[in-house]
């Protein structure tokens, strides 16, 4: 077997499973009744999930017990990786709105992404902020507190 085979069965591993820790985060119903929600709101909830678990606790820190996202990974390319990342984050945000989430909801979702961004755009210590802030955990989180405390639910 040469180098390329084994790097390429290497990183298909990696990603295989970075894959299943993404889908497993993205599927998880913790505190959330699933089935109370109409479809399109599932499958906005499920993609927000995957988008939060990629940028925020996709890749597991060993022998620390953290996890970190690709949102500090990012952060470390001065000023485009800060820019990326919170355009990446403005996605859950959008998946929110096309559901109904308030626009008092979506404000502090908002705020929660210009915190991460501008403290993450200072070098060094900013990504240090990226890797524990977890905006992205955050406002999935007020995603999911919207649709668990609702009283009208939608019928399909």
Known sequence: MSNDDLLDDTSADATATVGSWIEEAATTEEGLDLDSLSGRERGALKRARTMGT???????????????????????????????????????????????????????????????????????????????????ERNVALFEAHLADRTDVPVE
Do not use: C, Q
């Open 54 to 136: 990629l940028l925020d606790d996709a890749i597991p820190i060993p022998g620390v017990g953290y996890r970190v996202g690709i949102d500090p990974i990012l952060g470390l390319l001065p000023v485009s990786g800060d820019l990326a990342g919170a355009v990446l984050s403005a996605y859950i945000i959008a998946e929110a709105a096309l559901v109904g989430v308030p626009p008092k909801t979506l404000a502090r979702m908002a705020i929660n992404v210009v915190v991460d961004t501008s403290a993450g755009s200072i070098p060094v210590a900013g990504d240090l902020f990226d890797a524990v802030w977890k905006a992205n």
